[in-house]
């Protein structure tokens, strides 16, 4: 069983940074990509970025050249920092995992119990 922990949200204001982490564990699994995803109230979850075992990169056009995503050596921990904030940032970020098994089982998606960012003066 692989579990996701997010920490590091919080209350900034316009123009502050964030930096969000998010640890897997749990044991006989491995990682393909692992990203953040966010929610604002009453909107659907959206993609914010992704980042895969080779360390390749992806972005929503909203966040590029604010926000950077960043992955531990061992590959079980992932960072999101967030610099620039605005308040149309405020969501509920979830972190994101694709795993499997072993190389016979398909990739599935694991995730975070989510954390709050705002953004306000």
């Known amino acids: 069983q692989v579990q996701l922990v997010e920490s590091g949200g919080g209350l900034v204001q316009p123009g502050g940074s964030l930096r969000l982490s998010c640890v897997a564990s749990?044991?006989?699994?491995?990682?393909?990509?692992m990203g953040w995803y966010r929610q604002a109230p009453g909107k659907q979850r959206d993609l914010v970025t992704t980042i895969s075992r080779s360390g390749s990169t992806d972005y929503a056009d909203s966040v590029k050249g604010r926000f950077t995503i960043s992955r531990n050596n061992g590959g079980n921990t992932v960072f999101l920092q967030m610099n620039s904030l605005k308040p149309e940032d405020t969501a509920i970020y979830y972190c994101?995992?694709?795993?499997?098994?072993?190389?016979?089982?398909?990739?599935?998606?694991?995730w975070g119990q989510g954390t709050q960012v705002t953004v306000s003066s």
């Open positions: 994101n995992a694709r795993v499997r098994r072993d190389y016979r089982s398909d990739y599935y998606d694991v």
């Open positions: 749990g044991s006989g699994f491995s990682i393909r990509t």
